[in-house]
């Protein structure tokens, strides 16, 4: 047991690093060849159509480079296909996967994976009322409902569009997820996405404190104008299920 144990730890390692372990003895070159690239070849299939644009603004080699050091020194916390994606996220987000030449790779990543990711979110709607008063109560962000921020302008890289520097704002993006599965992407300004920054994070302060503390932290002085202001964007959230109700206590 202990031989066929070694024999196929040996075999594992060469299939995740070919060019550094050179897999059990007894096995001819030909045949161990044809198990590494199998499962590069796997590999390389599933993620490709994940991440469209990174293998796209990458090119062959670095996209094989990519691929190549994910299999031999990131180990996946989950067998799942599915989470493959996530995986890959975990890796570069990693020193071991990291890229001073593309610092933006974790977050166009996390940026291509999202959709995905929110596609095969099984979170569940917590209790609320849908008919609540958005002012008077305590408003729910919907748990199929992403707000993201990204350092980078992950909507705009390609291979003609590399920056080196992040700009000086950040990328805003609202991801929310329909009831027939489909998921829509949209930019966010820096006072909504703070906004829906303060309702997920909220625990008992009713809607209209939170408009009262963005209108604060905008320099807003009137404040009641602010939060009359503020309502048709609130009602649009709602309609459009971001804003999902009230808390029922």
């Known amino acids: 047991m202990n031989e066929l144990r070694e024999q196929l730890d040996a075999l594992a390692a060469h299939v995740r690093d070919p060019a550094t372990h050179p897999g059990p003895p007894g096995i001819e070159a030909r045949r161990l060849k044809i198990y590494s690239d199998l499962v590069y070849n796997n590999l390389d299939g599933l993620l490709a159509g994940g991440f469209p644009v ?10 094989q480079a990519l691929l190549r050091g994910f299999l031999a020194h990131h180990h996946s916390r989950t067998p799942l296909f599915t989470e493959l994606g996530r995986e890959l996220i975990d890796f570069l987000e990693s020193d071991a996967g990291s890229d001073p030449l593309r610092p933006w790779l974790a977050e166009l990543a996390h940026y291509e994976w999202a959709e995905l990711g929110l596609q095969l979110s099984d979170a569940a709607i917590p209790p609320h009322d849908p008919a609540g008063d ?23 890289i390609a291979p003609g569009v590399q920056p080196t520097e992040p700009p000086t704002e950040p990328t805003l993006v609202l991801l929310r997820r329909d009831a027939d599965g489909r998921v829509h992407f949209s930019k966010l300004s820096p006072l909504l996405f703070r906004l829906l920054e303060l309702v997920d994070t909220n ?20 404040h009641d104008g602010f939060v009359a202001e503020a309502m048709p964007m609130l009602r649009r959230l709602h309609g459009e299920g971001v804003l999902i109700g009230t808390r029922i206590d």
């Open 134 to 156: 958005l002012l008077a109560g305590i408003p729910l962000l919907s748990p199929l409902a992403w707000p993201l921020a990204y350092c980078w302008p992950v909507d705009r």
């Open 54 to 63: 990174i293998r796209k603004t990458l090119g062959d080699a670095a996209w």
């Open 203 to 222: 625990i008992d302060a009713r809607g209209d404190a939170l408009l009262w503390q963005l209108a604060l932290e905008a320099g807003h002085a009137n």
